[in-house]
Nanobody, 129 residues
Framework: VQLQASGGGLVQVGGSLRISCAAS????????GGWFHQTPGKEREFVAA????????YYADSVKGRFTISRDNAGTTTYLQMNGLKPEDTAVYYC???????????????????????WGQGTLVTVSS
């Protein structure tokens, strides 16, 4: 599967932004979808994921209640709706896809980047104060 992220940009603190990840050659009906972010000098970090079957969402604690991950009915695109943005949300956001089952613990999901096989190119989100 090829992934193409888009929709990043500059937004003020407290504002909202929706970023998208389009899949080609295969769809998100075949993969679990995920979003990670990365800032210079830091490791790529998990933000959100959505399961292949049922569309169950999982979130990092830092974005719970503010971000929403979703998928269109055709499974061609996943979205990350980001509300209540904070300066610390500034990062390059990468979408990813995983074919193996998600490994959850007591309903929590906290993957490392190497658990996802396919990656998009990243889209920059900048939150200005």
């Amino acid at each position: 599967v090829q992934l193409q992220a888009s929709g990043g940009g500059l937004v003020q603190v407290g504002g909202s932004l929706r970023i998208s990840c389009a899949a080609s050659s295969r769809t998100f009906n075949d993969y679990h979808g995920g979003w990670f972010h990365q800032t210079p000098g830091k490791e790529r970090e998990f933000v959100a994921a959505i399961s292949r079957i049922g569309g169950t969402p999982y979130y990092a604690d830092s974005v719970k209640g503010r971000f929403t991950i979703s998928r269109d009915n055709a499974g061609t695109t996943t979205y990350l709706q980001m509300n209540g943005l904070k300066p610390e949300d500034t990062a390059v956001y990468y979408c990813a896809a995983r074919s193996e089952p998600l490994i959850t613990y007591s309903g929590r999901y906290d993957p490392t980047p190497d658990e996802f096989e396919y990656w998009g190119q990243g889209t920059l989100v900048t939150v200005s104060s």
